[in-house]
């Protein structure tokens, strides 16, 4: 998320009042340059890799669903293009002398698409919603942070005694169990986005549907339907809709790399979800500056199942299959768009942050080899007595070629007699909640620029500790960081915890994403800046090419 040079972030290094926030409406949308012709026809088509899961925020766990997500809906604040904090549906805010209270002031012109107000009875109902065992979602504990958030998770108190309430219909209180220098970061996330409470109450797990969704954000969904396409258009309601520019949005769910690039080359779609590995090189030469890698706080990274054979209570064996990866290869030959390869579970680039790496990741390739073959042999294994394991990865090339590449590396180097499985999305990701498999790919992509992003999920009782990784030492550091104020010590403890999880290899961290897109010369707006890659509609807009160049 957003760098620490905004109004908002001036709190987080001090515990002094915050004055009351307000920004320049101008940074909240398509900033068109003087001299510039739009297109007549302003319909934007944008591959998401696959089918959304949900379009639920309190539900969404998948940067698919969340893209949507960000045109659909808004949260009490929002970000720039460039990934920078500022005011979405609250346009200002306070922050009390002890940092554990925040009120927020709704926009007096914040509707939803249906044209009713969105008030503070509705941000009330999206907070306790996201906290309510009965939603069910996997970012339950995402504001631990917020009063009583914990034990109504556990189900002892009531989601209507969290500590959030409305002080009249466009005033909100939130109320903090500790200080926590990074809150306002939260509310720009999708699980935080504002559900319209009436809507929701009267279809239940229907209201996402097309002729049921009401939106808080700058469009409206108007059509899905699973195998073509979501559609949304403009929410002529939308407090800043004056500012928007694309009138219509199609989402394509293209899962092969190939067939989107072929989108892309015929003009069918504007921006990718990716492009096939193999042809960077090729892509950057021939259309060159329409290639856009850029930096990213995320983690491509695998999950070893703690909890199950072969791997549980077995270091050796996960420090070995860890080893036995030549990163190297993977990053360049493989993943080979930029990627940096890591040993951390927190990527390159998180603020205040440095990240572990291990000796003998700068050992000579042999030595780590045969380091890697002891390791297997004291965990019970050998060449002829080999571990076996089935690899869980969801559809698509890219990832079928990194564990392809990986599988090869641990049959070569150990002997293990591994197979790939591979399952649509949906099916995927239930499975490696649910932990039914052994080894399984995995990604995190940062909610809010701080380690903790990527800390959190391996506590023991964390909704999305996928490895089931359990560690009453490493739990108890993740809590002391929670609630230290000095930003340094704090990301020094994460820093220790993090070393301390890696040195039980629960999970084996193999690159920090770069994002990876092919973008039309003719689309503007966007300037890869984001280190999060969330990408809004409202930001963008499309240029009459020819025109524009004659002028």
């Known amino acids: 998320?957003?760098?620490?040079?905004?109004?908002?972030?001036?709190?987080?290094?001090?515990?002094?009042?915050?004055?009351?926030?307000?920004?320049?409406?101008?940074?909240?949308?398509?900033?068109?340059?003087?001299?510039?012709?739009?297109?007549?026809?302003?319909?934007?088509?944008?591959?998401?890799?696959?089918?959304?899961?949900?379009?639920?925020?309190?539900?969404?766990?998948?940067?698919?669903?969340?893209?949507?997500?960000?045109?659909?809906?808004?949260?009490l604040l929002s970000t720039t293009e460039a990934g920078e904090l500022a005011p979405g549906i609250a346009e200002k805010w306070e922050v009390s002398a002890n940092g554990l209270t925040y009120t927020f002031h709704l926009r007096s012109n914040a509707k939803f698409s249906d044209g009713s107000p969105i008030t503070a009875d509705d941000v009330v109902f999206s907070y306790q919603r996201l906290t309510d065992p009965k939603t069910g979602s996997t970012y339950a504990d995402f504001i631990n942070m917020v009063k009583n958030s914990d034990a109504i998770n556990n189900g002892k108190l009531k989601p209507?005694?969290?500590g959030i309430k409305a002080l009249d219909k466009k005033t909100i209180q939130i109320t903090l169990s500790h200080v926590t220098p990074y809150f306002l970061k939260l509310t720009a996330y999708h699980s935080l986005y504002i559900v319209k409470k009436e809507n929701v109450l009267k279809h239940g797990d229907q209201f996402t549907l097309p002729e049921n969704l009401v939106s808080s954000g700058p469009y409206k969904l108007t059509y899905w339907k699973v195998g073509d396409k979501i559609t949304s258009e403009r929410n002529p309601h939308y407090w800043n809709n004056a500012k928007t520019v694309i009138d219509k949005v199609n989402y394509w769910p293209i899962t092969d790399v190939n067939t989107e690039l072929q989108m892309f080359q015929t003009g069918q779609l504007d921006f990718t979800y990716e492009f096939p590995s193999d042809k960077f090189q090729l892509l950057k030469k021939t259309i060159g500056k329409e290639v856009q890698t850029n930096p990213y706080l995320s983690i491509y990274y695998i999950d070893l199942n703690n909890k199950k054979p072969p791997f549980k209570d077995n270091i050796k064996l996960r420090q070995a299959l860890s080893m036995a990866i030549d990163r190297k290869i993977l990053t360049e030959k493989i993943a080979g768009r930029g990627e940096i390869p890591s040993y951390d579970i927190v990527p390159w680039g998180t603020s205040d942050y440095k990240q572990n790496k291990p000796e003998w990741a700068d050992w000579p390739r042999e030595k780590q080899v045969a380091e890697a073959q002891r390791l297997y042999k004291e965990a019970g294994y050998s060449k002829e007595n080999p571990v076996k394991f089935n690899i869980l990865y969801n559809t698509n090339l890219q990832h079928k070629k990194v564990y392809t590449a990986i599988a090869s590396m641990w049959e070569k180097t150990l002997?293990?007699?591994?197979?790939?499985?591979?399952k649509e999305w949906k099916v995927f990701i239930q499975d490696r909640i649910q932990g039914n498999f052994q080894v399984a790919r995995d990604g995190w992509i940062a909610d809010y620029d701080d380690a903790s992003s990527f800390t959190?999920?391996?506590?023991?009782?964390?909704?999305q500790n996928n490895s089931k990784y359990s560690n009453k030492k490493y739990d108890a550091l993740i809590k002391q960081a929670a609630v230290e104020m000095d930003l340094k010590k704090r990301a020094e403890i994460l820093r220790q915890a993090s070393a301390m999880m890696m040195n039980d290899y629960p999970a084996i961290p193999l690159f920090t994403y770069v994002s990876s897109h092919l973008v039309k010369s003719h689309l503007g707006g966007y300037s890869g800046k984001n280190a999060q890659d969330r990408q809004k509609s409202k930001d963008f807009y499309i240029i009459d090419i020819q025109t524009t160049a004659e002028r």
């Open 1 to 75: 998320m957003a760098q620490h040079k905004s109004f908002a972030y001036s709190y987080l290094l001090s515990a002094a009042l915050l004055p009351l926030a307000t920004f320049s409406q101008s940074v909240f949308a398509a900033e068109v340059p003087a001299g510039t012709k739009l297109a007549a026809k302003q319909i934007l088509n944008v591959g998401v890799g696959t089918e959304a899961p949900t379009l639920d925020p309190q539900k969404m766990q998948d940067n698919v669903s969340s893209r949507i997500s960000e045109d659909l809906y808004e949260g």
């Open 160 to 162: 209507t005694e969290l």
């Open 415 to 422: 002997g293990a007699k591994v197979t790939l499985e591979n």
């Open 456 to 463: 959190d999920m391996f506590q023991s009782t964390h909704k």
